[in-house]
């Protein structure tokens, strides 16, 4: 991948994270609105304890009033604390799985930016995306109160005491400075350990693919030693970024504590000479850390979420590569001839010597026993799959599946993908446009009925679990057909519906022809074959 691609950094936070991720957003504001709660709730608790020690020494001692603002304050943070925590952790875990499926749906011929290295964007997809969620619930947030708590925490110590003020808005920038270089030992550090285990989990990947290869030339035992070697120098990578990550946080500790006693020891002495009131000493004291909390949470964590940042940056440049031009649906498409066309299989070719015309504007059903190759054929109709065997043509030319081709194909699986989130969610996810702006699709394949039971937000699991067979079936059906593409390609579409349901999918396929689109189904149903206007057998070798 590209230098500059990867390197290219925009800020703290990088805006392409709330373009990218929408969950992101609720975690802004979350972290906004807990930072201000937080930082009141800190101004409030040390003017009580200032308060309440005041009164005490130097009387009168009415203590019933600033002691119940000092647990006060303590119940806001602890509840603050804990509500954040739990958002943060939800909302991140929604962001990086939000990235992740942006990002595989990014994944194809003709989306890949020149120079892409396939070993990095496979690490960052999985190990690298899973390290991001450190720096959205640790370094985030730190940043967050860094911006909020800090200025916040200092005004109120001039206002309390202007020598105090003065000695940490003096120390404070000392943090960022220790952290830039710091983090410019870090960013390093993580790169090469981010090519490292790139390198490394090629290695380990191409020598499990060859394993059976070796075990049949008896050579099974030798790469015991490789296996052995690519652990070995995966820990020393880990534990080299855990030493610098541990002595970065005993600076950041210690410049900190340093700054703190500086402002301690200048409150001290200006107490016993009697320059000061124990009200503003003690104020200024209890806020002095709070000072330089944030700043040291941030540096403390940001080397820890660095890895996760690096994988996300190349997963922008992935998402920031122009996608292949989609055509506007005006062009239509010619038939599709198929001349002996076999796929060879385990167990032979399935299909073999397959010949068939599929027109525009008619449906084609495909039959044929199990196993003969009529699911293989659609991937090959799609563009997925090239034929070992004969030729397939759409209007006399080659077929060859790429961008072009891909955006005016839709085929629904027999086994639709399907990943956790919402309804709305799976809808869009192949690119669909928001189900509000398809409400006949909606309806014509049922998923409205699925709709209405919990709405757009209905929580779908892995694999669809919350969705009954037939529900998962209507929502790949609707997804499909709404985007409008001239090629449908069904495998056994009316699977796990009832027969009302069916034939109003069907109808909608019929619409689909009679508007010009070259809609082709595999199924055995006896309504589907009757539904259309060709039925054509495929056979196995």
């Not at 969950?23 to 304890?49: E, F, H, P």
């Not at 993580?190 to 020598?207: F, G, H, K, V, Y």
């Not at 599946?401 to 309804?423: D, F, I, K, M, T």
Request: charged share 20%.
């Amino acid at each position: 991948m590209p230098e500059p691609a990867v390197r290219t950094r925009t800020g703290p936070v990088d805006p392409r994270l709330l373009r990218y991720a929408r969950s992101s957003r609720g975690l802004m504001a979350a972290v906004i609105a807990c930072g201000v709660v937080d930082t009141a709730a800190v101004i409030a608790l040390a003017y009580g304890v200032a308060t309440v020690l005041a009164r005490l020494v130097t009387g009168p001692a009415d203590l019933p009033g600033p002691v119940l603002l000092v647990a006060g304050a303590v119940a806001v943070r602890v509840l603050t604390t804990y509500v954040r925590s739990r958002i943060e952790r939800r909302s991140a875990d929604r962001v990086v799985s939000q990235l992740r499926s942006a990002a595989l749906g990014a994944v194809g011929p003709g989306r890949l930016p020149a120079g892409t290295d396939h070993e990095e964007l496979r690490t960052a997809l999985t190990r690298g995306l899973d390290d991001l969620l450190p720096y959205l619930t640790g370094y985030v947030p730190a940043l967050a109160l860094s911006v909020i708590a800090t200025p916040a925490l200092v005004v109120a110590m001039f206002v309390a005491d202007p020598i105090s003020g003065a000695i940490a808005l003096g120390t404070l920038p000392l943090l960022p400075v220790f952290m830039v270089l710091i983090g410019l030992l870090t960013r390093d550090r993580t790169r090469r350990r981010l090519a490292a285990m790139a390198r490394l989990s090629s290695r380990l990947l191409d020598l499990v693919a060859g394993l059976p290869t070796l075990r049949a030339l008896g050579r099974q035992r030798g790469p015991e030693r490789t296996v052995r070697e690519l652990g070995e120098r995966n820990a020393a990578e880990t534990m080299g970024a855990l030493r610098i990550a541990f002595l970065s946080s005993m600076v950041l500790e210690l410049l900190a504590t340093l700054c703190v006693a500086l402002v301690a020891v200048s409150i001290g002495l200006r107490l016993v000479f009697g320059e000061m009131t124990l009200f503003a000493g003690v104020f200024a004291l209890v806020l002095a850390p709070e000072v330089y909390q944030p700043l040291r949470a941030v540096g403390a964590r940001f080397h820890a979420a660095e890895q996760g940042v690096e994988a996300t940056s190349r997963v922008f440049a992935l998402l920031d590569h122009p996608a292949p031009a989609v055509g506007d649906g005006a062009a239509r498409t010619g038939e599709i001839v198929l001349r002996g066309v076999a796929v060879d299989g385990r167990d032979g070719a399935a299909p073999s010597g397959f010949d068939g015309v599929l027109r525009p504007g008619r449906i084609t059903a495909l039959t044929g026993p199990n196993g003969c190759g009529k699911s293989t054929l659609l991937t090959v109709l799609a563009g997925l799959t090239v034929p070992d065997r004969g030729e397939v043509t759409v209007g006399g030319a080659p077929l060859r599946g790429g961008p072009e081709w891909w955006a005016r194909v839709a085929w629904c699986p027999q086994h639709p993908y399907l990943e956790p989130g919402s309804l709305e969610h799976n809808f869009t996810l192949l690119g669909a446009p928001v189900p509000q702006s398809v409400p006949r699709v909606v309806a014509a394949t049922g998923l409205d009925e699925v709709v209405a039971e919990r709405g757009w937000e209905r929580p779908v699991g892995t694999g669809g679990a919350g969705l009954s067979a037939g529900q998962r079936q209507r929502l790949a059906l609707a997804r499909t057909l709404a985007l409008g593409r001239d090629v449908l390609l069904f495998d056994e579409p009316t699977a796990h519906l009832d027969p009302d349901h069916a034939d109003r999918v069907l109808a909608e396929l019929r619409a689909r022809a009679g508007a010009g689109a070259l809609v082709v189904i595999v199924g055995h149903d006896e309504r589907v074959l009757a539904a259309a206007d060709e039925v054509l057998e495929v056979r196995r070798a």
